[in-house]
């Protein structure tokens, strides 16, 4: 009988067990991956970043491909995230910032008024050469494992930009929202664009999936997230509408919001640990696979106690219409990296379908 050959990287991922699971297909086991797998809880990935500041690493291919594979080959998850970061676009259109260690983006000149916004351009792939380089080069060595590509959220992204770096309050940020909301919107509208445009960069050059991440979008509350937000993060996940890639919702605290950012345009929506799987599922209802839920901080458990937690969640995922076993949050640093390579193993052992 004649065979088609494959024609595109999607094409070679599309029965694999996290897209499978996303569309919420049956699987042959529960696929893993953990957010900020790739990062400083690796000695290899401490040794190919010596002496290259993180925002100069995510433009050069070759280290962005070497530095995303690491955790492939070391745990055996069941997808690689790309290695980037949710400011590397912002970066692109010019915007003067930098990624301070131990504190995270910092923003040399923070967008607050009309004239912020206006110097702030729309993201085209031109901007972004070395995107489109590491993941075409990264999807051939993938092969059958999928990558999924990021973007920041408009509202994470505007707290970063309004505040000027990391904001444990976002003060300024809900200023700008309440005291302006028209200049609200055209920023979170802007920003919209060039987290769309930057996913659709990656989808393009081959990743299988895409996640959204909305970190701090937990801070507020159901109307102002419907008010003033939502509506921006669905166009951020409509860039990618005709691409055929499944589309992942993630953020931190935001277990009232689980059914909006479903409702933005996700086919999964992550969990963090403060709301269990079975109650996502609940609020969720049937057309949503979920992602997570693991606290990282359990990493560091005794393994008797993290084994009981890891096979808890994958029983609970079992109830829902389709799940990818996750932290609710990023890897800690020090963590140690066998505690991980462990965690992926027990996933696929306990949940391996007969
Ligand atoms: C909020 C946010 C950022 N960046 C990101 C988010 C959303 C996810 C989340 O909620 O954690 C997303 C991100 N950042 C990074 C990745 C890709 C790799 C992966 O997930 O494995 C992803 C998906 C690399 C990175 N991004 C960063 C690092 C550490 C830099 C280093 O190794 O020197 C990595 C590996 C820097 C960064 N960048 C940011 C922070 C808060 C930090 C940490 C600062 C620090 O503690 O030093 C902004």
């Known amino acids: 009988m004649p065979t088609t050959a494959p024609t595109t990287p999607r094409d070679l991922t599309r029965d694999s067990d996290l897209v499978r699971a996303a569309r919420r297909q049956d699987v042959g086991r529960t696929p893993v991956w953990f957010m900020r797998q790739a990062g400083r809880s690796l000695p290899e990935y401490r040794a190919v970043r010596e002496g290259i500041p993180m925002l100069e690493s995510c433009m050069r291919p070759e280290l962005v491909t070497e530095i995303t594979l690491q955790p492939v080959r070391r745990h055996g998850v069941d997808a690689a995230i790309f290695f980037s970061d949710i400011v590397v676009p912002l970066k692109a259109v010019g915007v003067d910032l930098d990624i301070v260690p131990g504190v995270g983006p910092v923003v040399a000149a923070p967008v607050r008024t009309r004239a912020d916004l206006d110097r702030l351009p729309e993201l085209t792939p031109d901007h972004v050469p070395y995107i489109t380089d590491a993941v075409e080069q990264l999807t051939r060595e ?11 959220a408009p509202f994470t992204l505007a707290s970063y930009l309004v505040e000027g770096g990391p904001s444990k309050n ?3 940020t809900k200023a700008l929202m309440h005291g302006d909301p028209e200049l609200w919107a055209d ?9 769309g445009a930057f996913l659709r960069v990656q989808a393009s050059a081959g990743a299988s999936a895409v996640q959204l991440f909305d970190s701090w979008v937990g801070a507020l509350s159901r109307a102002d997230y419907v008010a003033h937000v939502q509506r921006h993060s669905a166009a951020a996940l409509a860039a990618v509408d005709d691409l055929d890639v499944p589309r992942i919702h993630f953020g931190v605290g935001t277990g009232e919001l689980l059914d909006l950012m479903g409702e933005a345009g996700a086919d999964v929506v992550g969990v963090d640990f403060r709301v269990s799987l079975s109650d996502a599922t609940r609020r969720l209802g049937p057309s949503y696979a979920v992602q997570g839920n693991l606290d990282p901080a359990l990493l560091f458990a005794p ?9 808890e969640i994958v029983e609970e995922g079992r109830q829902a219409p389709g799940h990818i076993f996750n932290l609710g949050h990023g890897v800690l640093p020090d963590v140690d990296p066998d505690v991980l390579t462990r965690v992926t193993a027990l996933v696929h052992e306990c949940s391996t379908r007969s």
Do not use: K, M, N, Y
């Open 170 to 172: 976002h003060e300024r």
């Open 303 to 311: 393994w008797p106690a993290l084994e009981r937690r890891v096979r």
């Open 187 to 195: 920023l979170c509208a802007r920003l919209a664009q060039i987290s």
């Open 142 to 152: 993938l092969g059958p494992t999928p990558l999924i590509g990021f973007a920041g």
